[in-house]
């Protein structure tokens, strides 16, 4: 474990605070899928005792971050085909409801704001699009959750905000293609042209293939695919 995260925390929240610190190992990479926790390790780079970073691992069990396993400890969670593909109609569920709300509610300004960061992001992506970069594939999420929350809704918000949790963690591998991003930023600018004409069914019609190109499109990279995700033959 890298010796400089060691920083100071607090004594009033030490699992709190051990918490986010093992969360944001899983989130930057440091820990990858499927990786086993050394509690040794982790509490010795935080500086603090087995206790409070035990009461961490527990909360972020709850949370989905990790697994835990009789005798064995915990792992970072690694998703099957078939989780990845719940956590997208989990997440098509709430963002198409919330995108409807949205429509309704957000102002003009609001969504002119918005309009203008994807002209942003589609200028920079046309700076590097013959070149052999790439992002991690959940970048595109932000601008979802910059749509949903002009809908005003909490709620679906924070839902929403624990199914992309999960999927980064799922997705975190794979990377777009500047030809992947160019499409996805089309592909947003052409929903939120639909939300700025007040067209809740051809925005919802448009985000739809979206989401379900973005889901087809990722389980490829990692090799699976949607129908591994639809067998459910275990009843579970």
Sequence with gaps: MPADRSTAIRRDSIPSQAEE????????????????????????????????????????????????????GAFVKSYEPREIVD??????????????????????????????????????????????????YVAELDFHQQLVALSGNRAIQDQLADAIHKLYIALRPTRRTPTRMAHAVAAHLEVLDRVRQRDADGALALLTEHMRDSMDNSLSVMGLSATAGADRSDDR
């Design 21 to 72: 610190f093992v969360r944001n190992l899983i989130l930057d990479g440091t820990l990858g899928a499927g990786e086993r926790l050394n509690e040794v390790a982790l509490a010795e780079s935080i500086g603090i005792s087995r206790g409070p970073l035990r009461e961490a691992i527990k909360r972020l069990s709850g949370q989905g971050y990790l697994t835990m396993e009789a005798h064995r």
């Design 87 to 136: 956590l997208y109609e989990l997440r098509s569920a709430l963002e198409l409801y919330a995108v409807r709300l949205t429509v309704e509610r957000a102002s003009d300004e609001s969504l002119t704001i918005l309009a203008d960061r994807l002209a942003e992001e589609s200028e920079r992506i046309r700076h590097y699009e013959d070149q052999p970069q790439s992002e991690p």
